[in-house]
């Protein structure tokens, strides 16, 4: 939501939505804050631990089940299966989430990838949806006076749904925006270390058509980790305008770049303060 500075300080129960790209610093920056008056939330954290729990734990129990010492006794319920997902460590999603390429070397057929993509966006639909109860609840239960929605990079793909709408209405929007460096540490990091990432069905359909048409090499034999590299400079300009128009419409922009800066509750007052004057 805007709102003038004089309202936001006044405003007794802040709640605020980070945006902006994965490993641009939100989770970072939420755990700069005291964790006595600031609940943490954690779209990805939500996502994995309630709307895709079963997918997750399914797809991990298909591949044990391709161990014979492990299948049986999985069939005979002598062991069983759970994650220890955090908001530290969500790995988990990311191994259901996978990444589009050659099965022979941990890709996933473009039918199954697009399932679990969509799968993806309805899950972080109702993560965002959840908002105002854990706004609620975290006051009412917990004590905490003030609310950290610390979204996952893939929010930008929920514009003009009933997610957005629950964002903007509840929370002030806070968008860190990459700097050149920042972006290239970002691309460094993607190179090093490819991660499954969610894409529209436009966005990644074009691309594949253009990866195939440059490399010569189709979505069911590429390397998974080299589309990833090649795609992922082209996630953050398409991404970037989504984000833009964000904050443009409903938010306010700080910089990744400022965030190194923060040390305590103080510093990132006033940093939201300069950034509602700009």
Not at 22 to 39: C, E, H, M, Q, V
Not at 122 to 127: F, N, P
Not at 157 to 177: G, K, N, R, S
């Amino acid at each position: 939501m805007k709102m003038s500075l004089k309202e936001f300080n006044e405003w007794p129960n802040k709640a605020i939505t980070f945006l902006g790209m994965s490993g641009i610093g939100k989770t970072t920056l939420a755990n700069r804050l005291p964790k006595s008056d600031w609940f943490h939330y954690s779209g990805d954290y939500r996502i994995g631990t309630q709307y895709l729990n079963e997918p997750i734990l399914d797809n991990i129990k298909e591949r044990a089940m391709e161990i014979d010492f492990l299948s049986e006794l999985l069939r005979t319920d002598s062991i069983y299966i759970s994650t220890n997902i955090t908001v530290d460590n969500l790995y988990p999603i990311s191994t259901y989430l996978g990444k589009i390429g050659d099965p022979n070397k941990g890709g996933l057929p473009l039918k199954e990838f697009l399932k679990r993509q969509k799968l993806h966006k309805k899950a972080e639909i109702r993560a965002m949806e959840d908002i105002p109860e854990f706004i609620e609840k975290a006051n009412r239960i917990y004590d905490y006076n003030h609310f950290i929605n610390d979204a996952g990079g893939s929010i930008c793909e929920l514009m003009d749904t009933t997610a957005m709408d629950v964002i903007v209405e509840h929370t002030v929007v806070l968008y860190i925006q990459d700097d050149e460096d920042f972006r290239d540490e970002l691309i460094k990091r993607a190179t090093l270390h490819p991660k499954p990432m969610f894409y529209t069905e436009e966005f990644l359909i074009e691309n594949l058509d253009l990866y195939s048409q440059q490399t010569g090499v189709t979505h069911e034999t590429m390397d998974p980790d080299d589309f990833v590299k090649w795609v992922f400079p082209k996630l953050l300009d398409y991404r970037k305008n989504k984000y833009e128009t964000i904050a443009e419409n409903y938010g306010y922009k700080i910089s990744a770049s400022e965030i190194g800066k923060i040390q305590n509750e103080e510093d990132f007052m006033s940093l939201i303060s300069k950034a509602m004057k700009d």
